[in-house]
């Protein structure tokens, strides 16, 4: 995927400037906590529920969204209307390609952006 297709810089860019040195910090929140978010969603992948897998698709769509992660919030925005009325959930191929946009995301954020590298 291509650089500028990942991370809507002009959205990052702001939040930036509103948090001031706070966003450093609320970005490392938001990456660390990730992984709990992502497990809970697995979760709720693998258990079938679709209303469940809705509802935290759109809050982790919008913490991601909030820092340009425009990829992958897009990503999110798909999984929460495709089960949005009990829909089918995604698959495991689907989660990991989800997983990878984050990670791929988090690390050109990382790069392009030091200070938010905490």
Known sequence: MA???LIDWTQLDLIRRECGGEAAVIFADLVSEFD???ANFTRLVEIGDPTGVSRLAHQ???STSSFGL???SGRMKDFEIQTKGGGPVPTPADLAAARTLFEDSVALIHKERPDLAV
């Open 36 to 38: 709990g978010l992502f």
């Open 60 to 62: 982790i769509k919008g």
């Open 70 to 72: 425009a990829a992958f």
């Open 3 to 5: 650089d500028a297709s």
